[in-house]
């Protein structure tokens, strides 16, 4: 029964996320997790609650990898189903394996314990985010965008630190659910950890720089079944350039591999046309293609070219998704490449240095898809960066929570930088974020249309820019450490 209540309670916080933005819910959620588990006779019990409810959490928040790996992947739905479980089983581990170590630590003292499980689901989410490339999907933090109180310490902590403070709060409600002794207490500190969040979302950790800029963010709106069909590549080239000449802005930003073609293959004139066309706005216009690269031997990137008044320049996608863009371990998982139709599934790596595009007047600091889901190799072109933008092809998700759920990943971002970011995708959803994480203005999903607007460039670097991940996992250590000794100091007084 309790494993049901645990899988029950995974699933009632995927709410909290986009794109219902119930930030309340993980806290409530978690909090009654932790009540199972403080009731739990055995480790062993307190690590299989953690699973189920990783499994529920996971099972519902992750479900558009179906999407992607049978609808457009091809996937039989059997194999489709078994390797969408898996993957949640390998995400579950990781609240299980807290759990665990929450109770061989330490489980009666409550202020250890509560410094104990923050700090030790902090570290897994973060292992999480870092094993095997990452997987850093619904981080707890994310929740917080932008509308939570706690949505104040992500310029300072990024999304590990909002999560770490979100944890903390779980915790201390849950001895309230407990009706512990230290009730009163604990209720104050709740409430200051809430204030001081909120607090912090009025200081201005960056400032502005020059005039705005005028931005067209285009959504072509092409089905992922059609896109790389050799009779449909013509009227995607015509989409998208109709979108461009349309557009008076200084910078025009396309979506990722919006034309479905490699740099060489690309008629000149087709992009001299366009180039000509951003040079009469006085700017730049950023377009996705796959690239060949010239080095002697087969070398291929998912990139972003830019063309107009500036000087050409390329940006390289660094950060690959597993199994999409490159398979791992080949020789064990190389006859995933048959199964799955993906095309473009052998891409080579960008430089992990590569700095700000010269574009209108900015410093554009460009990331493509699933990059920008790591704040902490977003923050390497800042702080010169003075805008940032994300290019995806979300088409991959279909009509379900996932595109949702990247738009509030890049409204972290934001947070985290204090800077605008600029969302160009395909099918939805292209968006202006402001430095605040607030969307300003966004096209619906689905829809074939150019977002038209401004986006103010900013300069100077937030606390996360500065330290990135280090300080909160300094801030775990110094949990861990403090637990340490209040539990043995009050072993010693009894």
Not at 359 to 376: K, P, R, T
Request: charge should be negative.
């Amino acid at each position: 029964m309790k494993n049901l209540i645990a899988i029950f309670l995974g699933v009632l916080t995927v709410p909290g996320f986009a794109p219902f933005y119930l930030f309340p819910l993980p806290v409530i959620t978690l909090a009654f997790l932790f009540y199972l588990w403080r009731d739990a006779a055995s480790a062993t019990r307190v690590f299989a609650l953690g699973f189920w409810y990783g499994m529920g959490l996971f099972g519902a928040g992750v479900t558009w990898l179906y999407v992607s790996l049978h609808d457009f992947g091809a996937m039989p739905p059997a194999i489709a189903i078994f390797a969408l479980v898996l993957l949640c089983a390998y995400l579950s581990f990781f609240p299980a394996v807290t759990g665990w170590v929450t109770v061989r630590m330490g489980r009666t003292e409550p202020y250890a314990w509560i410094m104990i499980v923050a700090a030790i689901w902090v570290l897994m989410e973060w292992l999480r985010g870092t094993l095997f490339t990452g997987f850093p999907w619904l981080a707890l933090g994310y929740s917080q965008v932008p509308a939570s109180p706690l949505a104040g310490f992500a310029p300072i902590m990024g999304v590990y630190g909002v999560s770490l403070v979100l944890v903390l709060s779980a915790a201390l409600l849950s001895f309230l659910i407990q009706r512990s002794r230290i009730v009163w207490r604990l209720g104050v500190f709740l409430g200051g950890i809430w204030l001081i969040g909120f607090s912090m979302q009025f200081i201005n950790w960056t400032k502005p720089v020059d005039e705005p800029v005028s931005v067209s963010l285009l959504q072509g709106n092409i089905e992922q079944d059609l896109k790389w069909r050799e009779d449909h590549i013509e009227k995607t080239m015509h989409t998208y350039a109709q979108l461009i000449l349309e557009s008076n802005s200084r910078l025009i930003v396309t979506p990722e591999i919006s034309i479905p073609l490699f740099n060489d293959a690309v008629p000149p004139e087709y992009l001299a046309y366009l180039a000509d066309h951003a040079k009469e706005n006085n700017g730049d216009v950023l377009i996705g293609l796959a690239e060949h690269a010239t080095n002697g031997n087969d070398t291929y990137y998912n990139s972003m070219f830019s063309f107009g008044a500036s000087p050409e320049q390329v940006y390289r996608k660094h950060h690959l998704v597993p199994f999409g863009e490159f398979i791992p371990f080949k020789p064990i998982f190389g006859w995933i490449i048959d199964v799955l139709q993906i095309p473009l599934s052998d891409f080579s790596r960008g430089s992990s240095d590569q700095q700000p595009l010269q574009l209108a007047g900015q410093q554009v600091g460009v990331n493509i898809c699933y990059e920008d889901v790591f704040g902490e190799e977003i923050i390497k072109q800042l702080p010169q960066a003075t805008l940032l933008v994300n290019v995806s092809n979300d088409a991959w998700f279909g009509r379900s929570i996932g595109p949702h759920q990247h738009l509030q990943i890049s409204q972290m971002r934001a947070l985290e930088t204090g800077r605008y970011m600029l969302r160009a995708t395909n099918t939805g959803l292209t968006a202006i974020i402001n430095e605040r994480g607030s969307v300003l203005e966004q096209i619906p999903v689905f829809t074939t249309a150019g977002l038209h607007g401004s986006a103010q460039g900013f300069t100077g670097a937030t606390p996360y820019v500065k330290l990135g991940n280090y300080f909160v996992l300094v801030l775990i250590g110094i949990l861990l450490g403090t637990a340490w000794i209040v539990s043995h100091r009050i072993g010693r007084n009894t």
